[in-house]
């Protein structure tokens, strides 16, 4: 099993909505990802997990709270979102410890916020 | 900030190879070159990498300059599923992959 799966994939939501986008992998990686793909733009790095623990914060606002519950579960929880952060949400994971550590990603959350 | 140049587009016709460019004048002894490339609104999809040595696997070749500060993703018979982003990144082992403008192929008929 080679897949990282993502849900939703299409997420529609009010600024004052509570939701969550989740991420699983069954392929022993370690390491988990969340990226901000705005349209006609390339990924940016939201947070690392490594080894279930947060590694990485790229200065991302509180509204976007990530969870890492197991090996295989990655998830974003969305609170009081803008309008200007709709965007494609990926995910990735990947091992820790080799030393090329290629990236496996899903097919992505699209979010809308209104 | 990326380290790597990459023109903004390219066309390739269909059925033959598309070679792609990336300069990377500041990589370092121990950075290897990724080439990941990302299909319309679908997530990216890792191609190939290396350190030093030319590469190839069942989708693509890299070739990497002697000196090191420039690549060349080639895919030698292009298709129409080829038409995508291609993202050169130069990564050491332990740091995170960081996405720059990339490549956007158009794979003609």
């Known amino acids: 099993d080679t897949e990282v799966t993502q849900t939703p994939k299409h997420l529609v939501m009010g600024m004052t909505n509570k939701k969550s986008l989740k991420c699983e992998q069954h392929?022993?990686?370690?390491?988990m990802y969340w990226y901000k793909q705005k349209a006609k733009k390339p990924p940016e790095l939201m947070f690392v997990?490594?080894?279930?623990?947060?590694?990485i914060n790229e200065s991302v606002p509180s509204r976007f709270s990530p969870e890492c519950p197991n090996s295989s579960l990655l998830n974003l929880h969305l609170h009081a979102l803008q309008p200007e952060d709709s965007a494609l949400y990926l995910c990735?994971?990947?091992?820790?410890?080799?030393?090329?550590?290629?990236?496996?990603f899903g097919e992505g959350s699209r979010l809308t916020v209104l | 900030d990326a380290k790597t140049t990459q023109p903004p587009s390219m066309d390739c016709a269909e059925g033959r190879a598309a070679n792609l460019p990336c300069n990377h004048s500041?990589?370092?002894?121990?950075?290897?070159v990724y080439w990941y490339r990302q299909i319309h609104s679908q997530g990216p999809q890792y191609i190939i990498h290396?350190?030093?040595n030319n590469e190839t696997n069942e989708m693509a070749s890299l070739i990497i300059t002697e000196d090191r500060k420039s690549s060349t993703l080639i895919l030698p018979h292009a298709t129409l599923r080829d038409t995508a982003v291609y993202y050169c990144?130069?990564?050491?082992?332990?740091?995170?992959?960081?996405f720059g403008p990339g490549t956007r192929l158009s794979v003609l008929p």
């Open positions: 392929m022993g990686h370690r390491a």
């Open positions: 997990y490594s080894y279930e623990k947060l590694s």
């Open positions: 500041t990589i370092s002894g121990n950075e290897y």
């Open positions: 990735a994971s990947s091992q820790v410890s080799a030393e090329t550590g290629e990236l496996f």
């Open positions: 290396g350190l030093k």
């Open positions: 990144i130069v990564r050491s082992y332990g740091q995170n992959f960081v």
